[in-house]
């Protein structure tokens, strides 16, 4: 069990120590990298070994639904990094937050959610929990009175994610949280944007921090896989029952991935984010950018609760371009070491049209009331060399 709260040296090291070693459960061969356990079952010295780990009176393994090794060295890693009790991780971030968000929940409940919110994230709180007779309302992240209003009616849940997809909001995680346990609503908050390198939601006050590790975890683009970090008694009690009986258990091969990127995370994430930092600050100088969006510069409008939460930018940035969708889709193809994808947190920079692609889903009034319009274009910062990407953005803005 990823278990934080005891005397563990593990517990003492700093976060770049438990990237590397937190974890790690060597076999008896002594192994220097941790071991891919590719195994969906395990067998038993007796009937009456087997009876007893089925029944939960003996320790060790059953089947790969449940608990994998490998999979085991990944959530304790996580849950060291974090500071959770406990981690789980499932086949995607959206195994994890859709089950995080669902296993608790049942007919009648009422579930908050912020407006801006990944496109998936907003279709389980806005379109599938309302099907299984949930309430759900969605508020602006950044309005406490408008959180405080939502607040009376007695809730189940609340989900966030700060900085948000894409345009970067910030929700005031340590004034939201308190406002939530005095309402008796456990805050969920999506923190793939900072990372946990950069923010950590439950020092914060969160309830649970969720994570698509498909992002900067991994890092290079490869596998995907989410967490979820928590009070273990919440989670074995909800979370739990849920995952083992639905499914969505990573493959032990993805978590070994995500494992041995995690090594590099925080290289990375700094790394990127200074790079980020520079572009942002490139960009919003050229004519043709109306606005630009980065969590680290002081035009940033929710700034101020940025900088009180957050290390640094991040590693995103978002930007508009003067002549709507036409020009920016311009400025996306003339992009060259830049390639143009939806997903982010990789090695390589990457850039996309939210409108068109990740928030395509979404009705016109609900862009509308993230902000959201044809003219942004998201710029995940990878790991080039920052004066390659700033001459590439450069190049492609004066092109149009
Ligand atoms: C990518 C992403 C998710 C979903 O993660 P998957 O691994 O793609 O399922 C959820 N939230 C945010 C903020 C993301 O960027």
Redesign the pocket.
Known sequence: MADSSGNDPENAWKPATKLVHGGVERSQHGETAEAMYLTSGYVYDSAEQAAARMAGDAPGFVYSRYANPTVRMLEERLALIEGAETCRVAS??????SSAMISPCQAGDRVIAAKA??G??RWIVGTLMPRYGIETEFVDGADLDAWAQALQKPTKLVLI?SP??PLLDAVDIAALAEMCRAAGAKLVV?N??ATPMLQRPLDLGADMS??????HMDGQGRV???AILGESEWIEEHVDPYLRHTGPAPSPFNAWVVLKGLETLDLRVRRAADSAARLADAIAEHSNVTQIRYPGREDHPHFDVHSKQMEGGGTLVAFSIKGGRAAAFSVLNALSLIKISN???DSKSLACHPAST?HRALSDEERASMGLDDSWIRLSVGLEDAGDLEQDVLKALSSI
């Open positions: 995607s971030g959206m195994g994890a937050i919110l990944f998936s994230c994610e948000s997809n999506d793939v944007f969720v994570y698509s590790a498909t992002k995907l896989a989410g997903n982010l947190g990740t």
